[in-house]
């Protein structure tokens, strides 16, 4: 059984910090990761993709990728309150035409 | 921009009924997907489909079933509605492409089974 990882949460960060989320895979061989954002009560959205080992940055998001341990995370920095919400990992199986495995969330929440 | 509706964002429908969820992307996307959310139990992945008329079976297609005749339009159909089916439904579509395939998401309706 393909697996994603995630700790439920809550994290609980005051505002200006940095929120770090986490997110194991079991399948070694997955080659695209993907963070979505979701909103109490509405759908998730992309907040970034990544590929290769390494971090990528898209604004004050950092996707940090480690193929050899399995684990990608995304940093959060100057965290806002906006920024509350819960945070779905999500990997995608090495064959084609297949559907993200999704972990079940985190959930942020950033105190002013 | 990618672009996924559905039919309704509420829904409400007595046990035995059928219940017909739809789904429409307007970006030529390949591939379409149905989920449903509940608390604890994060997205789970009913049906599938990556082709006009072809359709998988995700974790947990019982109680349901699903409808491409159209690449754009997906249909979600509740054969005989349960209780435990009372969710929030949500569809997805994405290309097929090599370097991942990003699932963009509709708005979700929330159906409630009395």
């Known amino acids: 059984q393909k697996e994603v990882e995630q700790n439920s949460g809550p994290l609980s960060v005051p505002e200006g910090a940095i929120a770090s989320l986490n997110c194991t895979y079991s399948?070694?061989?997955?080659?695209?990761f993907f963070w979505y954002r979701q909103y109490s009560g509405k759908s998730p959205e992309l907040i970034m993709s990544i590929y290769s080992n390494g971090d990528k940055e898209d604004g004050r998001f950092t996707a940090q990728l480690n193929k050899a341990s399995q684990y990608v995370s995304l940093l959060i920095r100057d965290s806002q309150p906006s920024d509350s919400a819960t945070y779905l990992c999500?990997?995608?199986?090495?064959?084609?035409?297949?559907?993200?495995?999704f972990g079940k969330g985190t959930t942020l929440s950033v105190s002013s | 921009d990618v672009k996924v509706t559905q039919s309704s964002r509420y829904l409400v429908k007595r046990t035995g009924e059928k219940v017909f969820l739809e789904c429409v992307q307007d970006?030529?996307?390949?591939?379409m997907f149905w989920y449903r959310q509940d608390p604890g139990l994060g997205l789970r992945l009913i049906y599938f489909?990556?082709?006009?008329?072809?359709?998988e079976k995700g974790d947990i297609p019982e109680g349901y079933s699903v409808s491409r005749e159209k690449k754009e339009r997906f249909s979600l159909i509740l054969e005989s509605a349960s209780t435990n089916q009372t969710s929030m439904y949500l569809c997805?579509?994405?290309?097929?492409?090599?370097?991942?395939?990003?699932?963009?998401f509709g708005p979700g309706t929330r159906l409630l089974v009395l």
């Open positions: 970006m030529d996307h390949e591939n």
């Open positions: 997805a579509s994405s290309p097929s492409s090599r370097n991942g395939e990003t699932q963009y």
């Open positions: 999500a990997v995608r199986p090495p064959q084609a035409g297949t559907a993200l495995i």
């Open positions: 489909s990556y082709d006009v008329k072809m359709k």
């Open positions: 399948d070694r061989v997955s080659q695209s």
